[in-house]
């Protein structure tokens, strides 16, 4: 490619089993109350560790709670401001307390034809509720009118609001804007049916959800003031959406060797002016080269340069770093 090579600069590497597979789940990369985590499972353990903000360190804490599901079925996990751990599985949400305790269980209709889809669960914002999405009433004689999205007291795990989506045995994902904005983005991929994005938002009248401008794609990666930059599920383009500006839409024949695409999956933003992205020559390449390009025009500023080629993995920080893994190792990297 010829675009500008800057080198990447390590600044610190921890191992972290699991990490692998980590990446590649719809939990494994997590911001959660003003902090970025990385969710891991491994020899029947969950583990949720905090990446430090301290730039010359890859993680600042480690929690682990037995993983119930080590049979292989689907679960979610969010980490909770006071510590404890929301796990959404395919019948129940639950809530586990910092020493493994249960606060509460919150059972819920399945999908008994759908094994691919699967909630999701994360606190909002304020920390006032769970917000967690689920199968909708599966009522005999009545067709089915949605998944639902409810917010469930933290304390107690009492329903405080209900919203049917307008999505169908999805497999779900939430994720939090960088800043402190009340609502949160979920997505809800339905394989061939496509995929919604809603922005959610929890007040004492309830749920409002609402389309998030155009964006249409499960990976999508959350800047300042609303900024969603979406990552084609082919690899073949990039969109930039944000209310009350045009969308901004590159190709990967505009700015890729002929016939690469995007891959990864983890489009997101090292600083408020830089994203991230990966491309190789196909989409299921273990390695790949990393590309900064300009939040606003999504045009390419450079090619990062690492002592070694890079896997396709990138999980972008906000702060000017970002980490990779090289196996079960994180690695941090900052621009030299």
């Known amino acids: 490619m010829n675009h500008p090579r800057v080198p990447a600069r390590l600044l610190a590497r921890e191992s972290l089993p699991g ?10 990369w997590l911001l959660r109350d003003g902090a970025h985590w990385l969710v891991t499972r491994h020899a029947g353990v969950i583990t949720v560790s905090r990446v430090a903000a301290d730039p010359s360190q890859v993680l600042a804490a480690r929690a682990t709670w037995p993983d119930a599901a080590a049979d292989g079925s689907d679960t979610y996990c969010s980490p909770l401001p006071d510590g404890a751990l929301a796990i959404s599985g395919r019948e129940t949400v639950t809530v586990h307390e910092p020493d493994g305790t249960v606060r509460w269980e919150h059972r819920h ?7 691919d889809a699967s909630g999701a669960c994360m606190p ?10 689920m199968a909708g009433p599966l009522g005999p004689g009545r067709p089915y009118a949605g998944d639902i999205c409810r917010a469930l007291d933290l304390a107690t795990g009492e329903v405080l609001a209900e919203h ?3 999505s169908f045995s999805a497999a779900y994902a939430f994720q939090q804007f960088p800043d402190t904005r009340p609502e949160v983005l979920l997505t809800a991929s339905m394989g061939q049916d496509g995929t919604h994005c809603l922005l959610i938002t929890y007040t004492t009248a309830g749920l409002d959800i609402q389309a998030a401008g155009t964006a249409e794609e499960p990976y999508v990666g959350l800047g300042t003031d609303g900024v969603l930059v979406s990552q084609d599920v082919g690899g073949g383009y990039l969109c930039r959406t944000q209310d009350g500006t045009d969308d901004v839409i590159i190709e990967a024949g505009e700015i890729l060797p002929e016939e690469w695409v ?3 999956y983890t489009p997101g933003f090292v600083d408020e002016k830089r994203i991230l992205v990966v491309a190789a020559e196909e989409q299921w390449a273990e390695e790949g080269s990393h590309l900064l390009l300009d939040s606003h025009t999504l045009r390419p500023l450079a090619e990062l340069d690492y002592p070694e080629t890079p896997r ?3 999980v972008p920080l906000g702060d000017g770093t970002w980490l990779t893994h090289d196996g079960e190792t994180v690695l941090r990297w900052a621009i030299v």
């Open 19 to 28: 990490i692998t597979e980590a990446l590649g789940n719809l939990d494994g």
């Open 109 to 115: 209709e399945t999908w008994p034809d759908s094994p």
């Open 124 to 133: 909002d914002p304020a920390g006032r509720v769970l917000l967690a999405t």
């Open 164 to 166: 049917v989506l307008p």
């Open 262 to 264: 995007f891959v990864g």
């Open 312 to 314: 396709v993995s990138a």
